[in-house]
């Protein structure tokens, strides 16, 4: 990567700009371009990452500096990015390196090879992400100790796959080598289906709730930890559903046939084949590493059994000040289910919750570590 010093950006939003800022701070004398369309009105975000130093200046013709690009980032949406192939060819230099950050590798991958652009091409897909978009949410850490998965292509050189796994490594993520059909499926299973599943579990509740809204109501800690990533972009994930569907449909299918199996379960009061079941599921959920892999961020949060009276809040950060021990959100549950806390508080990281935790015990307070991995 010494001699990189060129890259180019098409698309600069949330996982875009993360990797500009790294690129920025690794290689502070290397030249940082972001293509926009519209040559009458730059997005503002583009110009607030020029004047941060992120980016050293916005193009609107791929002619203006990207034949100079080492390395080339497609950060638009997905079928944005195939839509520039095309024009990326023509002005690309011998030795570039053309990636994606998709979420969904194979479309992109059949429109390289249609393009013969395979010997430049090795698909990207950095596995981290936030409910929040576009620049100004980027930052520096949103990809630290994140999987980023490289898909390279049949014709992929291993000179550009090894600087890639380099440039992974730098900027604090995890390099992992897939075909981009395994990539796809193994999305499609953990975060593409799921979170399907989570939409449909929340049109389940509104759809059939009373016209008292009581399962809005009531809906609390399970539900809203199994449904959170229902909260991300639609527009997203409507994108990920008409480029993934063979992957989607084929582990919604067999979905489909595990739940048909539990229902004959429950028909039948087989004792034996729940209680597997469930052991099952929660002997495998508890062997998965606590690191978010998905499209959220990991959430650091703790419940504390306290009171609901006035000062509460006040008392627990006056201890978690003096211990330096920041604080992401706070507030008071006042309705819960089972027995945990009735105070919620969210931190930035893992070393702060987990520090949280060993000083209010101290105090002898009650913890609940609910931090979703």
């Known amino acids: ?21 790294n690129l920025r701070k690794l290689y502070p004398d290397s030249t940082i371009l972001a293509y926009y369309y519209n040559k009458e009105k730059i997005n503002p975000e583009l110009l607030l990452a020029k004047e941060e130093g992120v980016i050293d200046d916005i193009v609107t013709n791929f002619t203006e500096g990207f034949s100079q690009c080492d390395i080339i980032f497609l ?11 095309p024009e990326l060819k023509k002005i690309m230099k ?14 992109i991958h059949d429109a390289v090879k249609k393009e013969n652009m395979e010997a430049f091409f ?18 520096l850490s949103l990809l630290e100790n994140a999987f980023y998965v490289l898909t390279p292509t049949v014709h992929t050189p291993d000179t550009h796959i090894d600087t890639m796994q380099k440039l992974v490594k730098n900027i604090g993520a995890i390099p992992i080598i897939l075909p981009a059909k395994d990539h796809d499926n193994v999305t499609a299973a953990i975060s593409h289906v799921p979170h399907i599943i989570a939409a449909t579990l929340v049109n389940m509740v509104q759809d059939h709730d009373d016209s008292k809204e009581h399962m809005r109501a009531l809906a609390a800690g399970g539900f809203k930890d199994i449904t959170r990533i229902a909260s991300s972009s639609p527009v997203m994930w409507e994108n990920i559903c008409l480029t993934n569907p063979e992957s989607i449909i084929s582990f919604l299918r067999i979905f489909n046939d595990y739940i048909q199996q539990t229902i004959t379960a ?6 034996k084949y729940l209680l597997d079941y469930f ?15 998905g499209i959220l961020e990991p959430v650091y949060q703790i419940l504390v059994d306290v009171l609901d009276e006035k000062g ?13 021990i920041s604080i992401k959100n706070i507030g008071i549950i006042h309705n819960r289910e089972f027995t945990q806390g009735v105070l919620h508080i969210e931190f930035y990281g893992e070393e702060a919750c987990i520090n949280a935790i060993s000083v ?12 979703e991995p």
């Open 94 to 107: 011998s030795d570039c390196i053309l990636t994606d950050v998709g979420s969904v590798k194979g479309n």
């Open 75 to 85: 950060c638009a949406p997905v079928l944005k990015n195939i839509y520039y192939l």
């Open 312 to 324: 509460t809040i006040a008392t627990v950060s006056t201890i978690l000040a003096s211990h330096d």
């Open 279 to 293: 052991n099952r599921s929660k002997n495998y959920r508890d062997s998965i590493p606590n690191k978010s892999v």
């Open 122 to 139: 090795i698909g990207g897909h950095p596995m981290a992400g936030s409910e929040k978009t576009g620049y100004g949410n980027s930052t």
């Open 266 to 271: 429950i028909e039948q009061n087989n004792s």
């Open 360 to 371: 209010l015990k101290d105090y002898n307070y009650e913890i609940y570590n609910c931090s």
């Open 1 to 21: 990567m010494k001699n990189t010093k060129y890259f180019g950006f098409v698309g600069l939003g949330l996982i875009g700009g993360s990797i500009a800022r």
